[in-house]
Nanobody, 121 residues
Framework: QVQLVESGGGLVQAGGSLRLSCAASGRTFSSYAMGWFRQAPGKEREFVAG??????????YYAESVKGRFTISRDNAKNTVYLQMNSLKPEDTAVYYCAADPNSSLTYNYWGQGTQVTVSS
């Protein structure tokens, strides 16, 4: 069982920045694929960013809507993954969720409780 706890959400003006954190349980966190998703009111949950190891290398990937503005990173010593969000827009307003794929099965099996991000115009 993997537990995920997000933090760092809040209210920010358009153009501002926030950094979300997600602390994970588990002894082999460094091998977990991790992702960030978001869900805006009245919309379906959507993928934001992910990081995954393959063949000894770490890959990161992003939704087109956040490329160049958001950065996913991880600190394996702290069992934590981050989402640095810059140049925030009102349309980035959503509940942001951290997710884990501990077995690299291409399915995120574990989810955090979410953290609210609100961007004012």
């Amino acid at each position: 069982q993997v537990q995920l706890v997000e933090s760092g959400g809040g209210l920010v003006q358009a153009g501002g920045s926030l950094r979300l954190s997600c602390a994970a349980s588990g002894r082999t966190f460094s091998s977990y694929a991790m992702g960030w998703f978001r869900q805006a009111p009245g919309k379906e949950r959507e993928f934001v960013a992910g990081t995954r190891r393959s063949g000894g290398s770490t890959y990161t990937y992003y939704a087109e809507s956040v490329k160049g503005r958001f950065t996913i990173s991880r600190d394996n010593a702290k069992n934590t993954v981050y989402l640095q969000m810059n140049s925030l827009k009102p349309e980035d307003t959503a509940v942001y969720y951290c997710a884990a794929d501990p077995n690299s099965s291409l399915t995120y099996n574990y989810w955090g409780q979410g953290t609210q991000v609100t961007v004012s115009s």
